[in-house]
């Protein structure tokens, strides 16, 4: 699997995001890559940027518009000189998973398929985002309906067969509006088949000074406006020709589904259209600006499946100072050795041998005592983070000097259990801290960036109770931080394994076991509620703000 991808980057005063995506791409499991760096005639330092790294990675190619013409002729002018069988286009300020040309290439070659698409995360609006729960080629009408080409028609969700694009000479209109989805639109329904890829993701950032969110005078406000018109009336006339149907957005945007995509519960449709769109809202940071250690301890057991894409997502991050602290509790399959591997190429791997095997709680712990970072932050084997988590997180800790950060969730199995935060936010109150951060509904440690001194100074550790270790501990831990910052952009995706401890086959000893502790679980977490007069959050007003709010 040797396929040439040209990755295709229009660039104008970018210089603040710059090298964040250009690492995201450069860093790619997928090394075959040709990095076409459209210079539109930026008036920042965007142009220097991408000739000092080209210096470093040759794989990159710069080329300057002798004068300004738009993010979509843009795209146009590095279709043309690219050379790869398989065409991308990126953003400028965006960023993407560590694995994402691997997948996406991998789906494509299986499928033998013109199109392939990845799942976006929409950092402003989180429930706007695509998510595919399974691998699947769709054909006919599926391929309209399923990628949601009309209503989230981003050109950087596809990954495209170059000699598909030129055959059907397919071309971006020169829009600033809506350039996308008229040219996506005709690319998908010329498609043979569209490859759906659900571990690949785009990141969509929301940056204050991007096309769309930066200030307008009246002669761009008219021109916004016209563009859309054009783009409307191109897309509407290409439908009205070929009888494509309008996708329900009502569908999408507003009715909960479960793992398989499938609709749950017609009863959300009214809630949610009267709802409206969630935006969230994060406090911009800058990226290497600070430089304290965080300790990442993971518990390792049985893990080798879903291991690499877990430590790529770690180690690949825009936020360097990192100590991985992988916890091995006597794994039976091949996680240890995929750990040595690892260690071998990022000395900031430590591998940590229990003698014995202690089980997820006590592993954890284990961790902390062999953590030298300021912070910790603790992370499952088979899960997924943001590329710029730990930038984010850290950033908003040290800027509000606070024990404790969290972040949002995407619950792949229960997606309208997702945690939000609308925006960035400090808490300082006891009722806030508890009630802002959801901790007695979804008491998950790994939501939490940590600072280690104050979870020593309160000796904090991790009841060995599997399941329900975290409650009995995260909950005094929110109560005793001096604040606890949210952190709306810094995502956590809580996956859904078949293989899970949770998700494994029914045992009736280990049934009991588990009924045991999460008895012993809630009497710990409980006492201590009640002893400092905490009210726990209603759960049905947990569930509302969480749908309807």
Partial sequence: MDKKISVIIPIYNAEKYLKPMLDSV??????NLEIICVLDCPADNSAEIVENIAKEDVRIKPIRNPQSVGPSLSRNIGVVNAVGEYIHFMDSDDLISPDFYETMISAAIKADCDVTGSCAFYEKKPRQSVWFFEEEVVFGRDKINKTRVITEGWAWRYLIRKSFWDSYKLSFPDLVMMGDVSAMVEMIYYANKVALCPDAVYFYKNRENSILNSKQDQAREKRRREDRHKANKILNDFMHIHKIKKNNRDIFYYIPQDIAGKIVRKSYRIPYKRAGKMVCINDSIEYGKIDKKISVIIPIYNAEKHLKQTLDSVRFQTYKNLEIICVLDCPTDNSAKIIEESAKEDNRIKPVYNLQNMGLPLARNTGVENATGEYIHFFDADDLISPDFYETMI??????????????????KKPTHSIWFRKSEVLSTSADKIEKTFV???????????????????????????PMEDLPIIIPMIYYANKVVLCPSAVYFYKYRASSILNQKYDPVRKKQHHDNRHKARKIFGDFMRDHKIKKTSKLFYLIKRKFM
């Fill in 26 to 31: 450069r860093f790619q499991g997928y090394k």
């Fill in 440 to 466: 007695t509904i979804q008491g998950w440690a790994w939501r939490y960036l940590i600072r280690k001194s104050f979870w020593e100074n309160n000796k904090l550790s991790f009841p060995d109770l599997v």
């Fill in 395 to 412: 950033s908003a800790a040290v800027k509000e000097d606070s024990d404790v950060a969290a972040c949002s969730v995407f619950y792949e």
